[in-house]
């Protein structure tokens, strides 16, 4: 281990660390805005500063995060170069080892490396507001400075398990309770924790160091039991798994051996493709946010009060997620029967969160509280926002907004949740087309995270930066795209689920294309998915759009005659598949067979073999080849944020990264010559896109070109 001279000098170490003495105690801050990500500079004046107070006069160390937080952990963006010393883990065994008490005071975040660092220190205090988590399995990793070994020796293996798998953090108190916290204390921090230490120094306590505790034995079956628990949630996965096997070590192996072992977990979770895919998405998220046309003096509007046109499937739901985020919203409905039933399904809804042990109940009365249901629009005058929610005819969606108008309060943003209209056309209806704009939310609305939000030709840069402001309060992300026929992610999903339509007469069954979808990693297949949002959607869709379909494309007329059979899928009992009364369990019916067979003959299709490779190249790559052909029309900023609306609004399994990054990592040549091969036996709708074609003649990826476009 390499030592650092103690230098004299009190005050800055350097521009990241703090060293100063309070009373007998070495006071260590250490700082780099915004979350002290631990990167090499900051580990090199914590490694530096320990070694001072070592060698100094002082009786014990506190160490503490400057600015906001404690820390937000490692630095990801070191992830893709090589390791240097020192390493996180050896600056958290310099401070374990230390024989002076070290004591983390912890405010704000204490995540990942941030917290594995306080778990080196030997005691903890925090302020009531800190917040604790490994959040590593998020990003397709599991902790690797000691912390799933330290924290299972100090707060035991079930306990640590819960933190390591949701990923999701523990406030103080309840740190406190756990036994990760020594003292929550209000008021000044540094100064209680210095106190802490001194008391620590005068009652002569014995060091707490995580490493020589003894994890006790979680009771028999434990750990399989909790393999079994993630089975579903985590299939596919690597992390998940090496998050038990590396707590399970901490009962079974030494300390160096568990340590040993988790390094190992580590490194091949962060170079495997599906923790860079996680990685992807989490950049990916962050740059959404950043929208090159919206000049940085434009400061969004705050959205203090709400309302919601319309208490249906979506209106409910959107109610729901302002309430959610603490803002009072107004609901409008037609008639007082129809805004009964809606507020009955949102009273619903949130009583069945509380009866999870998702909600308290003093939380749902407060949520309830902020929704207000009302039949006449003068009521939402004053609503900074205003998202409609009724019916999908564009007849209708014009009247409100006509009424939006002439009621709400200048300067109110008029929002369309339409999945398919023309904004512009809406916008058109008002005399403020600045101030509209399509917020295409997600069913359910008050759990899918994706806002795609719609740029009509007139709307605004402060009302796109409001929206895109308002996502991240209210818990989405927001992603903002042109306007065209089924904006982004439906445009794309059309593709998709085109191809499976037409593998079914040409040979393949529902439930084989959904097990090759469902096995690639997607929540649910294609039919699956068709049965719980309901098949008369799509159809009342189609039947509006027959006459001016184009007559020589191929047109798959198989969901068509399902629906003619007043099968909609769950919510009738049968579609795609049939159900079981209660049950949302899919079951292969032989009369859709009949129908699939039925149209092939139709058609004059042979029926083949189809394999799940021809199901996955079909499916997936008519994706990217559609992704393509919206970057290339500018209806989307980024092949990264094609990739974020997957992952968040279609189920697209996050540890691939999304359609776009998928095809990077497969090769867009590959891609290419699999649509190039299908385009000669398909026809058009597989034709390789004229992007697609140049990149694969170029040898570029997707990501070379977004980086060749924010140069
Ligand atoms: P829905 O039929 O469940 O609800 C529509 C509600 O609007 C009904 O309760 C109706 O009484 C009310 N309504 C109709 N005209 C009204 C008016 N003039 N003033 C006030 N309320 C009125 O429909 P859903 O599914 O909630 O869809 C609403 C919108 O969201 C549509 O534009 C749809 O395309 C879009 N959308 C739907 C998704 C879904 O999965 N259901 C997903 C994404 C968008």
Request: proline fraction near 5%; include cysteine; glycine fraction near 10%.
């Amino acid at each position: 281990m390499k030592t650092y001279a103690p230098s004299r000098k009190e005050g800055p170490l350097d521009d990241f660390t703090d060293y100063r003495k309070q009373g007998g105690i070495a006071v260590i801050t250490f700082e780099n805005p915004p979350v002290n990500a631990l990167g090499i500079d900051l580990r090199k004046g914590i490694a530096e500063a320990i070694d001072k107070a070592a060698a100094a006069d002082v009786t014990a160390l506190v160490l503490t995060g400057g600015g906001r937080c404690f820390s937000g952990g490692a630095d990801i963006r070191e992830f893709g170069s090589p390791s240097i010393e020192p390493m996180l883990r050896g600056v958290i065994d310099r401070a374990e080892s230390s024989s002076k008490p070290v004591v983390a005071a912890v405010h704000g975040v204490a995540f990942g490396g941030g917290f594995e660092l306080a778990l080196g220190c030997h005691f903890r205090v925090a302020a009531p507001s800190a917040q604790f988590a490994l959040p590593e399995v998020k990003l397709g990793l599991i902790p690797g400075a000691g912390g799933t070994q330290r924290l299972a020796r100090l707060i035991g293996p079930e306990k640590a398990l819960g933190i390591v798998l949701t990923g999701d953090p523990v406030g103080a108190e309840d740190a406190r309770a756990m036994g990760i916290v020594d003292e929550v204390a209000g008021g000044d921090l540094v100064a209680a924790a210095v106190a802490f230490a001194e008391a620590r120094v005068a009652d002569g306590s014995v060091l707490k160091r995580a490493c020589d505790l003894d994890a006790p034995k979680p009771p028999d079956g434990f750990f399989e039991g909790q393999r079994k628990k993630i089975e579903r949630r985590a299939r596919g996965l690597i992390a998940p798994w090496h998050c038990i096997d590396s707590i399970e070590n901490a009962v079974t192996l030494s300390f160096d051996d568990g340590m040993k072992k988790e390094r190992e977990y580590f490194v091949e979770c962060r170079e495997s493709d599906q923790s860079k895919a996680q990685r992807h998405i989490f950049f990916a998220e962050r740059q959404a946010a950043k929208i090159p046309d919206v000049p940085k003096d434009i400061a969004p509007r705050q959205i203090e009060t709400a309302a919601v046109i319309g208490c249906g499937t979506m209106g409910g739901g959107l109610a729901m997620n302002f309430a959610n985020a603490g803002i009072p919203v107004r609901v409008v409905e037609t008639d007082p029967e129809a805004l009964e039933k809606g507020l009955g399904v949102i009273a619903k809804t949130f009583e069945a969160a509380v009866s999870k042990g998702r909600l308290t109940d003093a939380d749902r009365e407060t949520r309830m509280g902020l929704i207000q249901g009302t039949t006449d629009y003068a009521d939402i005058a004053d609503a900074d926002i205003v998202i409609e929610a009724v019916f999908e005819e564009m007849d209708v969606k014009k009247q409100v907004f006509a009424v939006l108008d002439q009621t709400c309060k200048p300067g109110a943003i008029l929002a369309t949740n339409t999945s398919t209209l023309d904004i512009d056309e809406i916008a058109a209806a008002t005399e403020r087309p600045e101030q509209v704009i399509g917020t295409h939310f997600f069913s359910p609305a008050h759990i899918m995270r994706l806002m795609e939000n719609v740029c009509g030709r007139k709307t605004a840069p402060e009302t796109i930066a409001t929206v895109m402001n308002m996502a991240k309060t209210i818990g989405k992300v927001g992603v903002l795209v042109g306007n065209a026929d089924g904006f982004v992610g439906n445009r794309m999903y059309h593709c998709y689920t085109r191809q499976a339509n037409f593998l079914l007469e040409e040979g393949a069954l529902p439930q084989q294309v959904d097990r090759v979808l469902f096995d690639f990693g997607f929540t649910m297949g294609p039919f699956a998915v068709g049965d719980v949002a309901g098949l008369d959607v799509g159809w009342r869709i189609r039947q509006r759009r027959a006459a001016t379909r184009n007559k020589d494309e191929r047109y798959s007329p198989i969901g068509d005659r399902i629906c003619e059979l007043g099968r909609f899928g769950q919510k009738t009992g049968a579609g795609w598949y049939r159900y079981e009364e209660g049950s949302r369990a899919p079951i292969p019916d032989p009369a859709i067979e009949d129908i699939i067979v039925d149209v092939s003959d139709e058609l004059g299709i042979e029926r083949r073999d189809i394999t799940d490779d021809e199901i996955r190249e079909r499916c997936l790559y008519t994706l990217v080849n559609e992704g393509a052909m919206i970057l290339q029309e500018g209806l989307a900023l980024r092949s990264s944020d094609i990739d974020v609306i997957w992952i968040y609004g279609y189920g697209f399994p996050i540890h691939r990264g999304g359609p776009m990054f998928h095809a990077d990592r497969v090769g867009v040549k590959v891609v290419h010559e699999a649509l190039s091969r299908l385009y000669d036996i398909h026809g058009e709708l597989l034709k390789p896109s004229p992007l697609l074609e140049e990149m694969a003649r170029d040898g570029r990826t997707f990501e070379d070109l977004q980086k060749e476009k924010t140069k």
